[in-house]
């Protein structure tokens, strides 16, 4: 599955609006990638990012629809505004442009007002070069509207990763499908469709000491101990008060007892 795949299918799920894909070419997800106690917006948010790339709400059509990647919108004329201020921006540091190594030419900021109103990625020339909308800010005050605008070059839209925050701790229940070496593959019990494409860690709490791996059905649980899905790892089997699964852990106590005692 791509991620312009998982775009579409969220979008499908919820009835929205439309999206344009602007983040270059599409491609396959190669680790897992989970929605957890996260809104469809701060999932989509977090997509974008694995291309750097910002998500980006479009007002003109008075539906939820937006685009993924800064959208490129129409050329303005430099007389229609009045350039109050530009420079470099401390955002060159904060947005992570330095760490990805982008020139501060990037960073390039320049803010104008004008009683136009611009879009996002609307763009003027300055100094023979484009810069894009990336902000807006419009206020009504006396009967009329003043807008200020905020143009930059490319790294003033460039997205730093973003990681789920939500993820960091949290145990998933699932089904165990398949296994292959000392990895299984799990169904997880959140997901919307029957799919377990996957090979996490099986590393149970018991330290897998014989090298059993689980029965292909068991239930079993998806530890997350950090922000991103492929440090995850199977680490046991989940007890659901089932005469089955207790008479499990009994044995793997008394196997456990016998090596101590050597």
């Known amino acids: 599955m791509t991620y312009k795949q998982v775009v579409s299918f969220v979008m499908q799920q919820e009835k929205a609006g439309n999206f344009l894909w602007m983040l270059g070419e599409d ?21 974008s990012s694995h291309f750097n790339g910002k998500l980006i709400a479009d007002l003109k059509t008075g539906k939820p629809d937006f685009f993924l990647g800064m959208c490129y919108g129409k050329r303005r004329e430099a007389e229609e505004c009045e350039i109050v ?7 060159y540091f904060e947005k992570g442009c330095y760490r990805a190594g982008l020139p501060r030419s990037q960073s390039f900021c320049l803010e104008v007002r004008t009683k136009r109103n611009w879009q996002m990625g609307d763009s003027i020339l300055y100094k023979g070069k484009s810069y894009q909308v990336f ?7 006396s009967g009329e509207l003043f807008c ?62 014989s090298y059993c791996m689980p029965e292909i059905g068991t239930k079993a649980v998806l530890y997350l101990p950090t922000r991103e899905e492929k440090d995850g ?25 016998r090596i101590r005692r050597g």
């Not at 491609?27 to 997509?47: G, M, N």
């Not at 997205?159 to 789920?164: D, S, T």
Request: contains cysteine; glycine residues 6%; negative net charge.
């Open 85 to 91: 201020g530009l420079g470099i921006p401390s955002a």
């Open 135 to 141: 902000e807006r800010k419009i206020v009504y005050e």
């Open 233 to 257: 790892q199977v680490i046991l089997s989940a007890i659901h008060n089932e005469k089955k699964n207790i008479m499990k852990i009994r044995k793997i106590e008394n196997f456990l007892q």
């Open 148 to 209: 200020t605008y905020y143009l930059g070059a490319r790294g003033m839209y460039y997205q730093e990763r973003i990681y789920a925050a939500n993820l960091a701790g949290a145990r998933l229940e699932g089904t165990i499908r398949k296994c292959e070496g000392e990895s299984v593959y799990l169904q997880l019990d959140i997901d919307a469709e029957e799919r377990a494409e996957y090979p996490w860690d099986w590393i149970p709490e018991t330290n897998n000491l």
């Open 27 to 47: 491609r396959a997800i190669e680790t897992p990638l989970l929605q957890y106690q996260e809104t469809d917006w701060e999932f989509l948010k977090r997509i």
